[in-house]
């Protein structure tokens, strides 16, 4: 069901002080900075060979994940995996008795459809599923 690692979700404080690591001494590309003001976050997208690393910056106080940030402190946040069909891989998900955030896929970074599975029921690791339009099938 799960293509390859789409992109790993790092939560920081301060997009531009994580630049200074990423861009700055990494010496990796910024590709853009997306606001997705439904979901309260600033997003830089940054190309890892086929993957990506995706900086995320709370827009405020009342952004989920500020109070994520609040609660476990910056770094790691999910795991996003590219999949063909989002809709089809969260039935799959709910059949295998998962806990979902996510009932509907809905809009990401850079025009994808996304979900997210529950960490309860992932071995506490935030999963995202991320289908990038192109070709739909069925
Ligand atoms: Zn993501």
Redesign the pocket.
Known sequence: MFQRI??L?IATRNLEESLKLYVGIFGLKLQEIELIESQGVR?AIIPVGESRI?L?EPTGPDSPLARSIEARGEGL??V?YAVEDVAACLEQARRGGLKLIDEQPRP??GGSL?AFIHPRSTGDVLT?L?QHRGPVHG
């Open positions: 789409d992109h979700g997003v995706e995320l946040h999910h996003a990401g970074a996304i995202e991320c």
